[in-house]
């Protein structure tokens, strides 16, 4: 396709985020953070239905064992869709008044990377946490005034991980037990890219970033080098993933928030030119 796709449906996102590809399903779900909601898309009729949560609708991942795990408000539950059930796992942030989840990656160990921020993105009580398959939870590096985008390395060696507050993209290496090594910037935001947030790995190893206040979605060699862009017609882009049954096709979620943009809060699909990495589970 030559130009960005808007997916029809009857509502736009105030804060979409978290695009996650579903192979088992051929759907592909995602959240709106502040309108408290679940997305599907369904590939096989591009059908949209959401579900209504009780609290800020932070991220969802597929569990290998069957339904979902989602971030909803400070809760880990695990989530069974279409019949909204949720079973609480544990919560973070204890004490911490005005703190959201936010952004989620699956690694290859069946290991969840989330990130929590203040609700109002203006002061550093945000922090990353991993969730293990056993269900215990740990915070692993903070503070953050705005935790976002986790990406995995498809060969497991390294995550990385943003404070869009910061402009930059650190990157950790992840040891063997699954604790992580020093923070080390990986790249910086210059002017005129936009802010840093979701982000998603190709299979030749490229990063594919969603560049907020930049209407664009940004790839960057494996090295770091800025490469490409490919231009939306929303100014808020928020995450992006690769779907399909060849993974070939890229979806970019967008926030309407603060912004009076016909396609601002639109789900889109755009051609990525390449291919991207199968999905990871929860492993509980």
Known sequence: MSAARIIARDRRDLLGEGPLWSARENALYWVDILGR????????????????????AAWIIERAAGGFVAGIGLDLVRLDLPANRREVIGSVDAGIRGNRLNDA??????????????????????????????????????????????????????????????????????????????????????????????????????????????????????????????????????????????????FVTSAAVDVDEPAGGALFEVDPGCRGRPTQMYRD
């Open 105 to 250: 990656k699956a690694d290859m160990a069946g290991r969840v990377w989330f990130g929590s921020v203040p609700i109002t993105c203006d002061r550093p009580t945000g922090s990353f946490h991993r969730l293990d398959p056993d269900g215990a939870i740990t915070r692993v590096d903070g503070p953050y005034s705005i935790a976002n985008g986790p990406a995995i390395d498809p060969d497991g060696r390294f995550l990385l991980h943003t404070d869009t507050a910061l402009d930059t993209i650190f990157r950790f290496d992840i040891r063997e037990d699954g604790t992580l090594g020093k923070r080390q910037p990986f790249i910086r935001f210059e002017a005129g890219w936009g802010h840093p947030d979701g982000m998603t790995f190709d299979a030749d190893g490229g990063l594919w970033v969603a560049c907020w206040g930049a209407g664009c979605v940004t790839r960057f060699t494996p090295g770091g080098k800025r490469d490409r862009s490919i231009t939306l017609p929303a100014s808020q882009i928020t995450s992006c993933t690769f779907a399909g049954p060849d993974l070939d096709r890229l």
């Open 37 to 56: 909601r679940i997305n599907r898309l369904s590939l096989d009729d591009d059908a949209v239905v959401s579900f209504e949560q009780p609290d800020h």
